[in-house]
């Protein structure tokens, strides 16, 4: 699948903050941005990854191009 990663712009306690989510939000997930992803997103609002659901949670793979959603 494809998620979209947008990371929260402010935070009131200091915490990078994200939402990640499918085109039809069959998954979603809201809560802290671990470093590695803080380093992959580079400053930017949003990126769009191909991502799988597995036992041990969601896996982020490769970075996808601009998604029209």
């Known amino acids: 699948m494809?998620?979209?990663v947008q990371v929260s712009l402010a935070s009131s306690d200091g915490?990078?903050?994200c939402l990640i989510y499918n085109k039809d939000r069959s998954?979603?997930?809201e809560g802290g941005l671990n470093e590695?992803?803080?380093k992959t997103?580079?400053?930017r609002p949003k990126a769009y990854f191909k991502a799988?659901?597995?036992s041990e949670g969601?896996?982020?793979?490769?970075?996808?191009?601009?998604q029209d959603w």
């Open 41 to 43: 997103m580079a400053g």
């Open 52 to 54: 799988t659901l597995g």
């Open 58 to 66: 969601l896996e982020i793979w490769e970075e996808m191009p601009e």
């Open 15 to 17: 915490v990078t903050r």
């Open 2 to 4: 494809i998620v979209k």
């Open 27 to 29: 998954f979603a997930y």
């Open 36 to 38: 590695d992803m803080v």
